[in-house]
């Protein structure tokens, strides 16, 4: 069965910094076909994806996310991470982790993801 659970979220004010964390279990980090999100909802907004990784560390980005954000994963560790800088009032959110089964389709953020964590709300204070 796959786990995941994200820490990290916090307040911080505009152009802070946060780091965030997705530890997952059941499931195979060194597998050639994975592929992990990070996506964020806003109150009165629908998710929207933020970032991809793929298993050969091949990342994508939203547009709001790239030059501020960097996705990426530790193997041994099976842990994913979301480096977050320049954060603005408009980042705030719940960020959520996800996960998709083993498949041979590219990894991108609009991918079917199988498995979610809880997710760990993020507050930008102007």
């Known amino acids: 069965q796959v786990q995941l659970v994200e820490s990290g979220g916090g307040s911080v004010q505009a152009g802070g910094s946060l780091r965030l964390s997705c530890a997952a279990s059941?499931?195979?980090?060194?597998?050639?076909?994975?592929?992990m999100g990070w996506f964020r909802q806003a109150p009165g907004k629908e998710r929207e994806g933020v970032a991809s990784?793929?298993?050969?560390?091949?990342?994508t980005y939203t547009d709001s996310a790239k030059g501020r954000f960097t996705i990426s994963k530790d193997n041994p560790k099976n842990t994913l991470y979301l480096q977050m800088d320049s954060l603005t009032p408009t980042d705030t959110a719940i960020y959520s982790c996800?996960?998709?089964?083993?498949?041979?389709?590219?990894?991108?953020?609009?991918?079917?993801?199988?498995?979610w964590g809880q997710g760990t709300q993020v507050t930008v204070s102007s």
């Open positions: 059941g499931y195979n980090f060194y597998s050639s076909k994975t592929c």
């Open positions: 990784i793929a298993s050969d560390g091949v990342t």
């Open positions: 996800a996960a998709r089964r083993g498949s041979s389709l590219p990894c991108r953020i609009d991918s079917e993801y199988n498995f």
